[in-house]
């Protein structure tokens, strides 16, 4: 089974840029799909971002198209979220996806079939 480990979130002042880190691990890095979810307060999981299993392919909400950019690293087994122009409703706990059931992906959050333990961000004014 694949665990996932999010890291990088924090407090940014809008306009600023952060990037999220998630390192995997249990099984090999380059045969799953990954992504990213977030969820605000008193607001449903959202998806955000996916890239297929090579990095080639990838996939964006389009309330964070041309601000955020996911890749991949098959070296150190970690998947990134790069995030600029950051505005205050980009505040939300973070998830790291994988195994996701198709592709290309569901925007669904039962999509994807392994999650991390999520990570803080917050956007202020």
């Known amino acids: 089974q694949v665990q996932l480990v999010e890291s990088g979130g924090g407090l940014v002042q809008a306009g600023g840029s952060l990037t999220l880190s998630c390192a995997a691990s249990?099984?090999?890095?380059?045969?799953?799909?990954m992504g990213w979810f977030r969820q605000a307060p008193g607001k449903e999981r959202e998806f955000v971002a996916a890239i297929d299993w090579s990095g080639g392919s990838t996939y964006y909400a389009d309330s964070v198209k041309g601000r955020f950019t996911i890749n991949r690293s098959s070296d150190k087994n970690t998947l990134y979220l790069y995030m600029k122009s950051l505005k205050p409703e980009d505040t939300a706990v973070y998830y790291c996806?994988?195994?996701?059931?198709?592709?290309?992906?569901?925007?669904?959050?039962?999509?994807?079939?392994?999650w991390g333990q999520g990570t803080q961000v917050t956007v202020s004014l």
């Open positions: 249990g099984r090999t890095f380059s045969t799953y799909a």
């Open positions: 996806v994988a195994e996701a059931s198709r592709w290309p992906p569901s925007a669904d959050p039962s999509g994807f079939g392994r």
